[in-house]
């Protein structure tokens, strides 16, 4: 069965940076949409970044743009998110999913869990001075 698994999270300065990975198994990932969602405390989940399988398309939340860059790494069959700048809004639990529409609808208006395929469980980034 398909396994999402993200990692890389922490906490971080405002201003600082990381990167997140999302690393499949049971898939090739090549051949899957990616899309990054976040949660934070008593907020409804929302998309941040969406990669697509055919061209390669990428797509970012506004608040993010300019900020975050989303790319796939096929050898290690993993999809990354770099954040860069990081504000203390940024701070959430992120996921990631895969999109059976090819990134098509985004961003979606309200995340609904079961239009994507798969979940993975999350890691927490905290952007803090």
């Known amino acids: 069965q398909v396994q999402l698994v993200e990692s890389g999270g922490g906490l971080v300065q405002p201003g600082g940076s990381l990167r997140l990975s999302c690393e499949a198994s049971?898939?090739?990932?090549?051949?899957?949409?990616i899309g990054w969602f976040r949660q934070a405390p008593g907020k409804e989940r929302e998309g941040v970044s969406c990669?697509?399988?055919?061209?390669?398309?990428?797509y970012y939340l506004d608040s993010v743009k300019g900020r975050f860059t989303v790319s796939r790494d096929n050898a290690r069959n993993t999809v990354y998110l770099q954040m860069n700048s990081l504000k203390p809004e940024d701070t959430a639990v992120y996921y990631c999913?895969?999109?059976?529409?090819?990134?098509?609808?985004?961003?979606?208006?309200?995340?609904?869990?079961?239009?994507?395929?798969?979940w993975g469980q999350g890691t927490q980034v905290t952007v803090s001075s």
């Open positions: 999913a895969s999109d059976p529409r090819d990134c098509r609808l985004w961003p979606p208006r309200r995340v609904k869990s079961y239009e994507y395929d798969y």
């Open positions: 049971g898939i090739t990932l090549d051949y899957y949409a």
């Open positions: 990669i697509s399988s055919s061209i390669r398309s990428t």
